[in-house]
C-alpha cells in the first residue's frame, strides 16, 4: 500500500516518523516472505498516540511489527502500511536490579547488557531472536524461562483508549506463548526485575543455552522459529518428526532436516506454499492424533 495522502506525508517529519516507501517485507522478516508495502518508523513514543489518529482520520490501514522473527507475511502487495518502532539510544538502562527496556531492543543484546552488570535469570532466552517488544507480546521463552516471570512495569500505547498507559506487570496475564495484551496493544518499554548473579556463572548458562539449541535447531536457516505451539503435555515437533515429514516440501517451502516444528525457507518459498505446508502438516498431525496444532508464528494473511 502506497501512502499517498499529503496531509499525512506532511504531518510525519514533525512526529518523528520516517516513511520508507516500497518496502519488501521479505527483507526484514526472518522467513524471507512478505509482500511490499510503505513502512513508517517511528521514532519518539509520545507521538504515537497523534500519529494513530491521523492513520484513522486518513483511514490508512496499519500493523505494526516487531523484529519480523515470528511472522508469516502475505506475497504481493499489501493492503496495509507496517509500522515499526526504532530503538532510542540508550536502549537498555540498568539501576540496581532493574533493566529498562526500550520494546524495539534487540533481546539478546538485553540478555548479554543485564548479564555485564550481573543481572542473570534471562539465559535461556540467549538464542531467543526479534526485539524485546515482540518477546513481551507473545511471552517468548526457551529452556525454562519466560519473559513474562521478569516484567515488573509496561508501558503501552493502547488503542482502546488511544493513550499510552503505564501497566503494573501484575495487570498482564503470561500464559505459555500467550498475553492478555490487547491485540491493539503497543509495547513502548518494560521494566525488568532480574536476580543478581555473577558474570561469569551467567555466561556459562548462556553457552549451555546456546549449544543446546545448535544442536537441535536450525540456526543458520531462514525460518519463524516454531511454527506451530506445543499442545499441552507434547511437542508438535516430535509429533511431525514421528510422521516422517521432515524434509517435507512444498516448493521452497520446507520442514527442517534438524527440527521438525521449524519451517524453512530453503530458497525462494512464497507465503501460499508455505501456508500450504503448514495446512498439510496440520492435517497430517490431526489425522494421526486427532489433535489440532495451533500456530505459534502469527500469520498476516488478511
Ligand atoms: N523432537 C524430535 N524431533 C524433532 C524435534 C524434537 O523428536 O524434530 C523431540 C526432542 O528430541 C525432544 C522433544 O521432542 O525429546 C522436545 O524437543 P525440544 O527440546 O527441541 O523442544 P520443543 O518442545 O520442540 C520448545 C520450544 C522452543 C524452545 C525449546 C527449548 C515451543 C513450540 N517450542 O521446543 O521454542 O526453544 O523448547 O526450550 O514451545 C519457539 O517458540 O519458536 C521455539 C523455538
Given at each position: 500500500?502506497?501512502?499517498?495522502?499529503?496531509?499525512l506525508?506532511?504531518a510525519l517529519?514533525?512526529?518523528?516518523?520516517?516513511?520508507?516507501p516500497?518496502?519488501?517485507?521479505?527483507?526484514?522478516t526472518?522467513?524471507?516472505?512478505?509482500?511490499?508495502?510503505?513502512?513508517?518508523?517511528?521514532g519518539r513514543?509520545q507521538?504515537?498516540?497523534?500519529?494513530?489518529?491521523?492513520?484513522?482520520?486518513?483511514?490508512?490501514?496499519?500493523?505494526?511489527?516487531?523484529g519480523?522473527?515470528?511472522?508469516?507475511?502475505r506475497?504481493?502487495?499489501?493492503?496495509w502500511?507496517?509500522?515499526?518502532?526504532?530503538?532510542?539510544?540508550?536502549?537498555?538502562?540498568?539501576?540496581?536490579?532493574?533493566?529498562?527496556?526500550?520494546?524495539?531492543a534487540?533481546?539478546?543484546?538485553?540478555?548479554?547488557?543485564?548479564?555485564?552488570?550481573?543481572?542473570?535469570?534471562?539465559?535461556?532466552?540467549?538464542g531467543?531472536?526479534?526485539?524485546?517488544?515482540?518477546?513481551l507480546?507473545?511471552?517468548?521463552g526457551a529452556?525454562?524461562t519466560?519473559?513474562?516471570?521478569?516484567?515488573?512495569?509496561l508501558?503501552?500505547?493502547?488503542?482502546?483508549?488511544?493513550?499510552?498507559?503505564r501497566?503494573?506487570?501484575?495487570?498482564?496475564r503470561?500464559?505459555?506463548?500467550?498475553t492478555?495484551?490487547?491485540?491493539?496493544?503497543?509495547?513502548l518499554?518494560?521494566?525488568?526485575?532480574?536476580?543478581?548473579?555473577?558474570?561469569?556463572?551467567?555466561?556459562?548458562?548462556?553457552?549451555?543455552?546456546?549449544?543446546?539449541?545448535?544442536s537441535?535447531?536450525?540456526?543458520?536457516?531462514?525460518?519463524a522459529?516454531?511454527?506451530?505451539?506445543?499442545?499441552?503435555?507434547?511437542?508438535?515437533g516430535?509429533?511431525?518428526?514421528?510422521?516422517?515429514?521432515?524434509?517435507?516440501?512444498?516448493g521452497?517451502?520446507?520442514?527442517?532436516?534438524?527440527?521438525?516444528n521449524?519451517?524453512i525457507?530453503?530458497?525462494?518459498?512464497?507465503?501460499?506454499?508455505?501456508?500450504?505446508?503448514?495446512?498439510?502438516v496440520?492435517?497430517?498431525?490431526?489425522?494421526?492424533?486427532g489433535?489440532?496444532?495451533?500456530?505459534?508464528?502469527?500469520?498476516w494473511?488478511?
Amino acid at each position: 500500500m502506497r501512502i499517498e495522502n499529503a496531509k499525512l506525508i506532511a504531518a510525519l517529519p514533525e512526529l518523528g516518523v520516517e516513511l520508507r516507501p516500497s518496502v519488501s517485507l521479505a527483507t526484514t522478516t526472518s522467513l524471507a516472505i512478505g509482500g511490499t508495502t510503505d513502512m513508517l518508523l517511528i521514532g519518539r513514543h509520545q507521538h504515537i498516540p497523534q500519529l494513530m489518529r491521523l492513520l484513522a482520520a486518513e483511514q490508512v490501514p496499519h500493523r505494526f511489527l516487531g523484529g519480523g522473527t515470528n511472522v508469516l507475511i502475505r506475497d504481493g502487495e499489501l493492503p496495509w502500511v507496517v509500522l515499526q518502532l526504532t530503538a532510542s539510544k540508550p536502549d537498555i538502562r540498568i539501576e540496581s536490579n532493574f533493566a529498562y527496556v526500550d520494546a524495539a531492543a534487540d533481546l539478546g543484546r538485553t540478555v548479554t547488557q543485564c548479564a555485564k552488570s550481573d543481572l542473570g535469570g534471562m539465559e535461556g532466552l540467549i538464542g531467543v531472536p526479534g526485539t524485546v517488544g515482540g518477546a513481551l507480546r507473545m511471552n517468548a521463552g526457551a529452556y525454562g524461562t519466560q519473559i513474562g516471570a521478569y516484567v515488573r512495569e509496561l508501558e503501552v500505547y493502547r488503542e482502546a483508549s488511544g493513550e499510552i498507559a503505564r501497566l503494573q506487570g501484575e495487570q498482564i496475564r503470561f500464559d505459555y506463548r500467550h498475553t492478555s495484551f490487547a491485540p491493539g496493544d503497543i509495547m513502548l518499554t518494560v521494566k525488568l526485575e532480574l536476580p543478581s548473579k555473577p558474570y561469569r556463572e551467567i555466561l556459562e548458562g548462556i553457552r549451555v543455552c546456546n549449544q543446546k539449541r545448535r544442536s537441535s535447531q536450525p540456526l543458520n536457516q531462514k525460518s519463524a522459529g516454531c511454527i506451530f505451539k506445543n499442545p499441552p503435555g507434547a511437542s508438535a515437533g516430535r509429533m511431525i518428526d514421528e510422521l516422517g515429514l521432515k524434509g517435507h516440501r512444498v516448493g521452497d517451502a520446507m520442514v527442517s532436516d534438524k527440527h521438525a516444528n521449524f519451517f524453512i525457507n530453503a530458497g525462494a518459498a512464497s507465503c501460499a506454499d508455505m501456508l500450504q505446508l503448514v495446512e498439510y502438516v496440520r492435517g497430517r498431525v490431526r489425522q494421526a492424533h486427532g489433535v489440532e496444532l495451533e500456530n505459534e508464528v502469527y500469520f498476516w494473511q488478511d
